[in-house]
């Protein structure tokens, strides 16, 4: 018999090559993406959205209404960069926005249009919005967030005024 020339193959390396070549790495690295979405976020963006799912490293994401999806739109490189650091995979290349229904939030936000003059929030409702904000360490993600918050909160006033929203 002859001498071995191989050395052994390690497991790890065995399974990784397997992964790759049935396409489960991708759907795992997708997996990793979408659980990571809360804490890449914070839980209040986090209520109002739904990662549906990543087709062609485009991340699917149903938002409870246009407020929300226009002011997310303006944060998709920062949200991309946000799942890119907390999960470690640099696989997202956009972020696809639709409504629909998430959660209890979204069936509350159903109704009419968004009328242009916002109802003015008061200092409580400020206080409410800097609370929800504390969490994020990223001083422009924070002022981003506080923008979209009292947009959002306005945007709801105005409807349940409307008698779109009941409290």
């Known amino acids: 018999m002859g001498k071995r020339t191989k050395k052994p193959l390690r497991v790890g390396d065995i399974l990784k090559n397997y992964c790759n070549r049935v396409g489960l790495s991708r759907r795992m690295n997708e997996k990793r993406l979408l659980d990571a979405w809360e804490e890449a976020v914070g839980e209040a963006v986090a209520k109002r959205t739904e990662p549906m799912r990543i087709k062609n490293r485009i991340l699917y994401l149903k938002v409870t209404n246009s407020v929300w999806m226009q002011q997310l739109q303006f944060m998709k490189e920062v949200i991309v960069k946000k799942l890119h650091e907390k999960t470690g995979i640099d696989f997202l290349q956009d972020i696809r926005f639709f409504i629909g229904e998430v959660g209890p939030m979204d069936k509350e936000a159903k109704g009419g ?38 947009k959002a909160l306005a945007a709801e006033r105005n409807q349940r005024k409307k008698g779109n929203i009941k409290k």
Do not use: A, C, F, H
């Open 113 to 150: 249009s968004l009328k242009r003059d916002l109802t003015p929030l008061s200092g409580s409702d400020w206080e409410q919005i800097n609370k929800e904000v504390s969490g994020v360490q990223d001083p422009e993600m924070q002022e981003i967030l506080s923008g979209l918050y009292s």
